[in-house]
T-cell receptor, first 112, second 113 residues
Framework: GDSVTQMEGPVTLSEEAFLTINCTYTATGYPSLFWYVQYPGEGLQLLLKATKADDKGSNKGFEATYRKETTSFHLEKGSVQVSDSAVYFCALKTGTASKLTFGTGTRLQVTL | DTAVSQTPKYLVTQMGNDKSIKCEQNLGHDTMYWYKQDSKKFLKIMFSYNNKELIINETVPNRFSPKSPDKAHLNLHINSLELGDSAVYFC????????????FGPGTRLTVT
């Protein structure tokens, strides 16, 4: 079945540091890939998406590129802020199915 | 205006009780979902409804019964609560089954003692 593997957290960075959160996937067919973010005490919000190979999703300074050859969708940001502290979830969706398969989430803590 | 709302936000109850969580979306979406997030933040889909019709039913104990009175509402009823049911339950909606984006509610933290 489909699965998503994320790096374990927590990831602790100083403000303005470079961020990478690794995500790899296993899926039948050609999935669409997503990063969702969960701020403390809130529900998940879509951060960015990519629907086909080599697509780059970007939003709020975050980027991720759909790499079919390495089955990866790593999240990056050049300079993190304290307000980016949250849990980040990589997810995939195959075909027209409505089901999202999530990774286990990676907690990011940014300090001054 | 809140897009996806859930009530209650917190629910503390004893083992063996029956409880319900309500969800409403005002986005005009056709598809709604229930997810369970455990203490390690792992998020797993439980159910999905499209236009009041059940389309996803993962391997969830039959003590959990979703009900969709109309396409704007998806409620979750849980019978004979167990300690392992303690989790955060998220409702979500999307415009259609094939939509890329799902909109999540704020979650209901259920604690079974």
């Amino acid at each position: 079945g489909d699965s998503v593997t994320q790096m374990e957290g927590p990831v602790t960075l100083s403000e303005e540091a470079f961020l990478t959160i690794n995500c790899t996937y296993t899926a039948t067919g050609y999935p669409s890939l997503f990063w969702y973010v969960q701020y403390p005490g809130e529900g998940l919000q879509l951060l960015l998406k990519a629907t086909k190979a080599d697509d780059k999703g970007s939003n709020k300074g975050f980027e991720a590129t759909y790499r079919k050859e390495t089955t990866s969708f790593h999240l990056e940001k050049g300079s993190v802020q304290v307000s980016d502290s949250a849990v980040y979830f990589c997810a995939l969706k195959t075909g027209t199915a409505s089901k999202l398969t999530f990774g286990t989430g990676t907690r990011l803590q940014v300090t001054l | 205006d809140t897009a996806v709302s859930q009530t209650p936000k917190y629910l503390v109850t004893q083992m063996g009780n029956d409880k319900s969580i309500k969800c409403e979306q005002n986005l005009g979406h056709d598809t709604m979902y229930w997810y369970k997030q455990d203490s390690k933040k792992f998020l797993k889909i439980m159910f999905s409804y499209n236009n009041k019709e059940l389309i996803i039913n993962e391997t969830v104990p039959n003590r959990f019964s979703p009900k969709s009175p109309d396409k704007a509402h998806l409620n979750l009823h849980i019978n004979s609560l167990e300690l392992g049911d303690s989790a955060v339950y998220f409702c979500a909606s999307s415009q259609s089954q094939g939509s890329y984006e799902q909109y999540f509610g704020p979650g209901t933290r259920l604690t079974v003692t």
